[in-house]
């Protein structure tokens, strides 16, 4: 179970971290470029710790398909930005794939 909380972590902090870059403005804003560096260091910190445990492809995944998500989301409601319905359905099949690995795969520890 240790492994998956160290990947949440790395999850929220990455999602942070390019919610932050969106509001640097390039990195011409302090205080989200200084957020952006520092949640990306601690995503990617949290990222290698879970890498001793669970395979990186499969780790990578989850990542990447939580993050994209947790990312839509503060689009939507932080950058008022919109989904058409192939973003939806997208989303939709990435948020299948996740739960497939998470369900079926014998590679993850559980």
């Known amino acids: 179970m240790k492994p998956f909380i160290f990947l949440f972590i790395a999850i929220i902090f990455e999602t942070v971290a390019t919610s932050a870059l969106k509001a640097s403005e390039q990195f011409t804003r302090i205080f989200p470029s ?10 990617f910190y949290c990222l290698s710790i879970t890498l001793k445990t669970i395979p990186v492809g499969i780790a990578y995944a989850i990542w990447s398909g939580v993050g994209i998500i947790l990312i839509s989301l503060v689009g939507i409601f932080f950058f008022k930005q919109a989904l058409d319905l192939p973003s939806i359905i997208g989303l939709v099949l990435i948020v299948l794939g ?3 690995i998470n369900v079926f795969s014998k590679l993850l520890p559980h």
């Open 98 to 100: 996740v739960l497939i």
């Open 34 to 43: 200084a957020l952006t560096i520092i949640g990306y260091l601690v995503a």
